[in-house]
């Protein structure tokens, strides 16, 4: 079995500040893990991917993640927001022969000026 | 980048009719097909599996019945919802993954479904 929890259902920042937006997984198998965005009314686009190289991923937008086993997170962080970051997050998570992919409940990340 | 695209975007109809609604690979071809929906301001609940030439593989809970899904090629996946009720009403997004269900899954851009 698998699951994601990601802690804050609404995250606000102000332009330039740090982004960070928390998911943890559970996973019974190594897990791969995602973060997709979601713009009003859109479909999901891939922002990165961990599938078990390197620990720290870079996605697009200037996003990137870490994994860390010990702490079974994948948080997503971003050093300056930009107004157009914002957005609906996901994390999903999925695993060994499960290909399927469990979503967490979503941030949805807004930007002030 | 791999690009899969649903039509309708949005679409309304009448309780107890049939909706169709389409989900393609533009880029590539995928032996495999997800659907999903979505309430709003909620996450994405994995409804069934679309396998090209054999049947589909439905989540705990889904009514194969209801939602009728067709694996046509192996660029198109259809969802029908037959009878549609309001209670149907959400947003249907589909996903593929161009290197088997195993590789990363690249979504559409969802339908909007309104049952009156």
């Known amino acids: 079995a698998q699951s994601v929890t990601q802690l804050g259902s609404h995250v606000s920042v102000s332009e330039g500040a740090l982004v960070l937006l928390r998911c943890n997984y559970s996973?019974?198998?190594?897990?791969?893990l995602f973060w997709y965005v979601q713009y009003p009314n859109q479909g999901l686009q891939l922002l990165l991917k961990?599938?078990?190289?390197?620990?720290l991923v870079k996605g697009i937008n200037g996003f990137e993640a870490e994994f860390k086993k010990s702490e079974t997170s994948f948080h997503l962080t971003k050093p300056s927001a930009h107004m157009s970051d914002a957005a609906e997050y996901f994390c999903?998570?999925?695993?060994?022969?499960?290909?399927?992919?469990?979503f967490g409940k979503g941030t949805l990340l807004t930007v002030n000026p | 980048g791999a690009v899969v695209s649903q039509h309708p975007s949005w679409v309304i109809c009448k309780s107890g009719t049939s909706v169709k609604i389409e989900c393609r690979s533009l880029?590539?071809?995928?032996?495999?097909m997800f659907w999903y929906r979505q309430f709003p301001k909620q996450s994405l609940m994995l409804m069934a599996t679309?396998?090209?030439?054999?049947?589909?593989?439905?989540e705990q809970g889904v009514e194969k019945d209801k939602f009728l899904i067709n694996h046509a090629s192996l660029t198109l996946s259809t969802l029908t919802v037959t009878s549609a009720h309001p209670e149907d009403s959400s947003f249907y997004i589909c996903?593929?993954?161009?290197?088997?269900?195993?590789?990363?899954?690249?979504f559409g851009p969802g339908t909007r479904l309104t049952v009156l």
């Open positions: 996903s593929a993954p161009p290197g088997g269900p195993t590789d990363t899954q690249y």
């Open positions: 996973s019974s198998v190594p897990p791969y």
């Open positions: 961990y599938t078990s190289a390197a620990t």
């Open positions: 999903a998570v999925s695993g060994g022969s499960n290909y399927k992919l469990t």
């Open positions: 880029d590539f071809q995928a032996t495999t």
């Open positions: 679309s396998n090209e030439g054999s049947k589909a593989t439905y």
